[in-house]
């Protein structure tokens, strides 16, 4: 058994259907419990209870929103406490070349930081999913197998 927590920010519906596919694809793996929280929602002690920890946010001038930044930052509180926990990330933005791999980094230096397992990607998308505007087919595929991926590493890390 392994849980899974889904934290976004949206302001317009596009990165929220992102964390939804990511879901999608983490229920996918059986013995996965996946919850998905909107960052206004989330508590950071809650991350405690989860074995792996993806992070979704619309892309701003190449970085994360203002919301999930401010939770971030809250995170430190919990500094050494989310060692070996599983983490991704994910973006949606408003057109290409405008900082969607940046805004995936920046989580994944946060989640790092925290000592926590970045399974990369050899294909396209190295850092996690990314969106122009609303999921089109093969990027809400690729959300769903983000969650695949964290969900099924999480499980063997559980073991």
Do not use: W
Not at 74 to 83: D, I, M, P
Not at 126 to 144: I, L, M, N, Q
């Amino acid at each position: 058994m392994s849980r899974v927590l889904i934290i976004y920010d949206s302001r317009t519906g596009n990165t929220e259907k992102m964390a939804h596919a990511v879901a999608d694809g983490a229920k996918s793996i059986d013995g996965t419990e996946v919850v998905v929280r909107t960052v206004d929602k989330a508590k950071v002690d809650e991350l405690l209870g989860f074995d792996a920890i993806i992070l979704g946010s619309p892309t701003y001038y190449g970085n994360v929103s203002g919301k999930l930044k401010e939770f971030i930052d809250r995170t430190n509180k919990l500094h050494g406490k989310l060692e070996g926990k599983v983490g991704g990330a994910f973006t949606s933005s408003g057109g290409t070349a405008c900082g969607a791999e940046t805004t995936n980094l920046a989580i994944l230096h946060a989640l790092l930081v925290h000592g926590m397992v970045v399974q990369g990607r050899s294909e396209d998308k190295h850092y996690g999913p990314t969106a122009v505007e609303a999921p089109k087919k093969d990027e809400a595929e690729s959300c769903r197998e983000l969650g695949k991926r964290v969900a099924t590493l999480a499980m063997r890390l559980a073991k």
